[in-house]
């Protein structure tokens, strides 16, 4: 059952540049249990889409099945959505977006949807290049079924039972660079400082833009001896790369050595305090960035922030040589041009 929010609010509420407040891109009231940290994903959603001004109307908000797939409900109630089957929410993206590639395109899933029954479909919209937000919500465990270990959950890790995880974790990030994906980031659900930039940059990106957030699960998998839980990640959490994102304009310089701090002032007047990280990471070496991960996860740390990104990424449209915009703008001729052509199309494969 969901439970509509009230639509009024205080005329006082801040407005971003196309006039709406934050309560506008927000959706149903939420029936997760209390504390979970998908909800906390999706304020985190609700705030990247509201700082960069996109029309809730322009936004197709894909899911499959779990705790996780409930998410796209709890935000941008004006935008298009569909739930798809368990693990098969990239093929549904993947026509959504061939189809009408004037929408911007997000999917929420989880450990389980992705890593597990909807793996094969996870490799293959990374290797299209599906101009696509994938969040992934990563709790190491199925909730729903009442907390058995995901294939995320790693090694060791014990269920609330006190049950040890005999098996290997895929880790999806480490996935995700073999795989070719052009944007890859990893965060965790209560670190809002460093997600919204992530999901904003994944927003911005033209391609399929992974990010793996780390989402304890309060109910089956937030206790001594879990890697998923609150406790163990902020005490294990490495901040590869401190985060922000800034919609393209001018550019902006400041020049300052590895190690130093620089107040830079930025175009909508306020300042970032910016930090140059260690010499030896580098976002966009892929090889590099899945070495440190691998070596890094060996001594039990959890690497985030924004581990790999493409600057030559082409899109699934930009490899197909499809049309411009969307196929509902597209002449009926043109998308039905009758038996004729549809004759000589097929004699060129006999």
């Known amino acids: 059952m969901s439970l509509a929010k009230p639509k009024v609010h ?8 196309i006039g709406l407040t934050r309560r506008d891109y927000e959706g149903v009231i939420t029936t997760l249990c209390a504390g979970c940290g998908h909800d906390s994903i999706t304020a985190a959603i609700i705030q990247a889409f509201w700082d960069l001004d996109i029309q809730p109307h322009m936004v ?14 709890y935000f941008l109630r004006e935008a298009h959505g569909f739930n798809s089957v368990h693990g ?14 004037e929408l911007t395109m997000i999917g929420v899933s989880g450990d389980g949807d992705s890593l597990s ?16 937000l994938y969040v992934l919500e990563n709790n190491g465990v199925y909730g729903l079924t009442k907390g058995q270990f995901s294939a995320s959950a790693d090694p060791g890790s014990m269920s609330k039972k006190g049950e040890a995880n005999t098996m290997a974790a ?13 944007f890859v980031a990893r965060s965790f659900s209560g670190d809002k400082d460093q997600l919204v930039p992530i999901l904003k940059a994944g927003l911005k990106h033209r391609g399929f833009a992974f990010v793996d957030v780390i989402s304890p699960c309060v109910t089956f998998n ?25 919609l393209p304009r001018g550019a902006i310089h400041a020049d300052y050595r590895p190690g130093e701090d620089r107040l830079v002032k930025m175009h909508d007047g306020t300042y970032i305090k910016l930090r140059k990280v260690a010499d030896d990471y580098d976002p966009s070496d892929r090889d590099k960035a899945y070495a440190y991960i691998r070596a890094r996860q ?46 000589k199309l097929q004699a060129r494969f006999r």
């Open 117 to 132: 029954i909807g793996l094969g479909q996870l490799c293959h919209a990374m290797r299209r290049n599906l101009n696509l």
């Open 10 to 17: 205080h005329p006082s509420l801040a407005q971003n540049a």
């Open 222 to 246: 937030d206790h001594e001896g879990s890697t998923k839980s609150y406790a163990y990640t902020r005490e294990n959490q490495i901040e590869v790369v401190q985060t922000d994102f800034v």
């Open 88 to 101: 098969r929410m990239p093929a549904v993206a993947s026509g959504a977006s061939a189809a009408n590639s």
């Open 298 to 343: 060996e001594e039990g740390e959890v690497v985030t922030g924004l581990l790999y990104v493409s600057e030559e990424s082409q899109e699934m449209h930009q490899q197909l040589g499809t049309v411009p915009g969307a196929l509902t703008k597209v002449p009926y001729e043109k998308l039905c041009p009758g038996n004729d052509a549809l004759q």
């Open 60 to 73: 197709a908000k894909m899911s499959g099945i779990g705790c996780s797939s409930k998410t796209p409900a």
């Open 170 to 182: 895929i880790d999806s990030c480490r996935l995700a660079l073999t795989l070719g994906a052009t």
